[in-house]
């Protein structure tokens, strides 16, 4: 096997993976708005901790394939990629081409869910603040002014 070969193979490998833990990860990302909305503190915490291995592997994953795009000499961004998928037979270019546009795909559905989580985060923290203060005197649960 020539090491063309083995970039286009590790590439596809790659590829897949990812696709598997981004599908994976917009499931997980779905339990943590549902977790968010029940204030399951313990819940969230593990869900976060599976997230991150999951989005550590991705990024181990990305840093794999900008070694591989410059070791064809392509740049990493969008046209060093669709450069590198043209270097697939016609048939395995073309599934590669699917692959690489359904993970853009879900990728921009896990952000869309990470930002809706951070707003329903940023929304619960806005209501605890208003709850709490005490310094203002009009929090609804702080301690009587002396």
């Not at 917009?26 to 909305?37: C, D, K």
């Not at 901790?49 to 794999?64: H, M, P």
């Amino acid at each position: 096997m020539s090491q063309r070969e083995r970039l286009l193979d590790a590439m596809e490998q790659d590829l897949h993976q990812d696709l598997d833990d981004y599908v994976y990860l917009r499931g997980l990302m779905q339990e943590l708005r549902h977790g968010l909305m029940r204030c399951d503190t313990d819940g969230v915490h593990l869900l976060n901790e599976r997230i991150q291995l999951l989005l550590g592997s991705a990024q181990d994953r990305a840093r794999r394939r900008v070694k591989v795009l410059k070791a064809v000499g392509l740049a990493f961004d969008e046209a060093g990629m669709q450069a590198f998928i043209a270097l697939y037979p016609t048939a395995r270019g073309r599934d590669m081409q699917a692959l690489w546009t359904q993970l853009g795909q879900i990728a921009q559905q896990c952000q869309r869910l990470n930002e809706v989580n951070g707003q329903l985060l940023a929304s619960q923290h806005e209501i605890l603040c208003q709850l709490l203060e005490p310094q203002r005197g009009d929090g609804f649960y702080s301690p009587p002014a002396y």
